[in-house]
C-alpha cells in the first residue's frame, strides 16, 4: 500500500465515524427512524478488509452495513439520504439503515435477518465460479450469526463446491446483550471452520493493517483453492442499536477498547513513522466535517418518494 | 381492578405461571440479562434464574425445537421468538412438529409449548422486519393461535395458553405494549377460541382483532358522532374461530366490515367473509367489506408505510361504505 492509498484509508475510516455520529443525533432529533445499528468501533475491518478487493470482487453483508457501503464506494450523500428515508438514497428510501446496496458498485447489501445473507453469499459466489470469472464474495456476520443453522449450511456448502467465499466473522464479543461465551460453544469463532475442514485464521480486529495483511493472504486462498474463514477481533463502542441500556457489559470493559481505538491506532501509526504529520491528518478530519454538513444537507433537501413509489419495484412490472 | 399496560399484563401473567408451576420456564432470545428486547421478562432473571429464564443464541429452530422436545418430556416451555418475522426461520418445527406430533404418533404426545411472538407494523423497520403474518399461522390445524388486543384479554388468554396441553402461537403487537385497559386483580382466565364483542351497537358489525381493534375502536368513537353504532367483535383467537358472536351480530346489523392489519389476500376478512356468506347470505344487506395493508411489502420511508398500513380513516370509509 502506497502512502496515498493510507490516507485514503484514514479518511474512509474518520468519514465512517463522524457518519455514524452524524447519524445518531439525527436519530434522536426523530428524522431517522427504524433500527439504526452503528459501527463505530469496528471500521477497521471494513475499511481493511475491502481495501483489498478488486472491483469485480462481491461484497454482502449484515445490517451493521453504513461502513462496509462507504468502504465499497457509496458517497456519504447517498447513505444519509437513505437513512432519511429519501428517494435519492441507494433503495429510494423503501431500505432505510439496515439495507443499503449498490449494485454497481458491486456492494450486494445489508441485510435484516441473522445469518440470511451467508446462503446469498454461496450463491453469488456459485454464479461467479459457474460463469468463469475470477471474482471471489466477500460476506461480513457477526459472531451471533454464528449460531444459526444458515451459518453452518453455507459454510459447508461453500467448502463442499469449493465456491471462491472469503467468510469474515466481526467478533464484537456480543450478539446484542449476550456474549460470545454465553452463545457459543466455542469462543474462538474461527475454529468452527475447522468442523468443515475449512482453513481459518484470527486477526486484531482494530489494526486496519493487520486486517488488511490477513484478509489478502485469505483472499489468495479464496482465488486459487475455495473458501477461507477470517475471525476479525473487535468490538462495537456503542450499543446494539438506538436505545440499547447495556446493562449486559461494564463500562470499564468498553473503556478499556476504547483506549485501542482503531482510528488512534492507524493515526498513531502514520505519525510515529513519518508518513503523515498532526496537522495534515487534522486537515483531513476537517474535509470529513465538511463531506457530512453536505451530505447531510442534500439528504434533507432531497424529495420523499411519492405515493405512488409505494407499489414499484416489487414485480418487474406492476400488477393490479 | 387495576389500570396497567399490555407489557405489563403480559409479564404478570408469565410471572404468575412460572410461581404456581415448576414446569414453566422461558426460553429464548435476550429474555434473561437484557429482560426482554420489549421488557416483557425485565426482572424475571433475577427472580426466577437462569434455569428457568433461558438465554439462546440466535436460533430460532433450536428454539422452537428444543421447546417442543421439552414439551414432549413433560416440560411447559414458553419459547419467545424476538420477532414474529424470525419465525419463518423455525417454520419447520412450528408447523411439522408443533402443529402434528401429537396427531401423527395417535394421540401420544403432548406438547403444551407456547410460542410468543410479537409483530406488526408501523416503526419503519422495513420489510422484513414488519410483518403481520397472523393468518400463515392460523392455517394450519394442529396449531392454536392468540392475538389479544387489550390488556385483560391478553393476560387471561396467556395463562390460559400456558395451561392449555395443545401448542400456542400467542402473538403480540408491537405498537400495543404501552396500551392501558382495566385488568382484574384476582385469578381469571379468558377461553381459547371464543370471541368478544368489544362494543355494542345495531348499525354496523366491525369484526376485528389485535392492535385494529383499538384502531377500530377509535372509528367507532368517530362514527358515533355521526350517528352510527358499531359493533365490534374481537375474534382474539384465529384458530379455533369462534364466529358465533359474529353471527349473531351480522344477523342483527346485516352490515360487515373486516379490519385486519396483514394483506387481505387469503387473510382474516377473507375467511370471515366466505364464513358469513356460506351461513348467512340471506342476511347481507350489503357486500361485505374488508379494510387492510396494501400488498406490498411495507417500506422504511414513514408516510409510505403509514400509506400501506390500515388506518382509522380507511375503517370509517369502509362503514360509510356498507351502510
Ligand atoms: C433470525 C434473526 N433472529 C433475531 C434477530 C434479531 N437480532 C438482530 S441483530 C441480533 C444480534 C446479532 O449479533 P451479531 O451477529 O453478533 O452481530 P452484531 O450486531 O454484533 O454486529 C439479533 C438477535 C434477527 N434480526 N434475525
Ligand atoms: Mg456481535
Known sequence: MDKGEMLTLYHEMVLVRRLEEKAAELYQQGKIGGFLHLYIGQEAVGSGVISCRRPEDRVITAYRDHGIAISCGMSADVVMAELLGKTTGCSKGKGGSMHLADVNLNFWGGHAIVGAHLPLAVGLALADKYQGSEAATICLFGDGATNIGYFHESLNLSMVWKLPVLWICENNQYGMGTAVERASAVSEIRRKAEGYGMPNARVDGMDILQVRAATEEALKHVRKDGPFLLEAVTYRFLGHSMGDPERYRESDEVQKWKDDDPIGIFRKYLIENDLYDEATLDAEDQKVEQEILQAVDFAERSPDPEPQALFEDIYIEELP | ?323
Open chain 2, 1 to 323: 381492578m387495576t389500570v396497567m399496560t399490555m407489557r405489563q399484563a403480559i409479564s404478570q401473567a408469565l410471572w404468575e405461571e412460572m410461581e404456581q408451576d415448576e414446569r414453566v420456564f422461558i426460553m429464548g432470545e435476550e429474555v434473561g440479562l437484557w429482560g426482554g428486547t420489549y421488557a416483557v421478562t425485565k426482572g424475571f432473571y433475577d427472580h426466577f434464574g437462569p434455569e428457568r429464564v433461558r438465554d439462546t443464541p440466535i436460533a430460532e429452530g433450536v428454539i422452537v425445537g428444543a421447546a417442543n422436545g421439552a414439551a414432549m418430556a413433560g416440560l411447559r416451555p414458553v419459547a419467545e421468538l424476538m420477532t414474529i418475522n424470525f419465525a419463518f426461520l423455525a417454520m419447520d418445527q412450528i408447523v411439522n412438529h408443533s402443529a402434528k406430533l401429537r396427531s401423527m404418533f395417535g394421540g401420544q404426545f403432548t406438547i403444551p409449548v407456547v410460542i410468543r411472538a410479537v409483530g406488526g407494523g408501523g416503526r419503519q423497520l422495513g420489510a422484513t422486519h414488519s410483518q403481520t403474518p397472523d393468518v400463515v399461522f392460523a392455517h394450519f390445524p394442529g396449531l392454536k393461535v392468540v392475538a389479544p388486543g387489550t390488556p385483560s384479554d391478553a393476560k387471561g388468554l396467556l395463562k390460559a395458553a400456558i395451561r392449555t396441553d395443545d401448542p400456542v402461537m400467542f402473538i403480540e403487537h408491537a405498537t400495543l405494549y404501552q396500551t392501558r385497559g382495566e385488568v382484574p386483580d384476582e385469578e381469571y382466565l379468558e377461553p381459547i377460541g371464543v370471541s368478544k364483542v368489544q362494543r355494542q351497537g345495531n348499525d354496523v358489525t366491525i369484526v376485528t382483532y389485535s392492535k385494529m381493534l383499538q384502531v377500530s375502536l377509535l372509528a367507532a368513537d368517530q362514527l358515533a358522532q355521526d350517528g352510527v353504532e358499531v359493533e365490534i367483535v374481537d375474534l382474539r383467537s384465529l384458530r379455533p374461530l369462534d364466529m358465533d358472536p359474529v353471527m349473531e351480530s351480522f344477523r342483527r346489523t346485516n352490515r360487515c366490515v373486516i379490519v385486519e392489519e396483514g394483506w387481505s389476500s387469503y387473510g382474516v376478512g377473507a375467511e370471515v367473509a366466505a364464513r358469513l356468506y356460506e351461513e348467512a347470505f340471506d342476511y347481507a344487506d350489503a357486500p361485505i367489506r374488508r379494510v387492510a395493508q396494501k400488498e406490498v411489502p411495507l417500506p422504511y420511508n414513514r408516510e409510505l408505510e403509514q400509506l400501506a398500513l390500515p388506518q382509522v380513516d380507511d375503517v370509517i370509509r369502509a362503514v360509510k361504505e356498507v351502510l
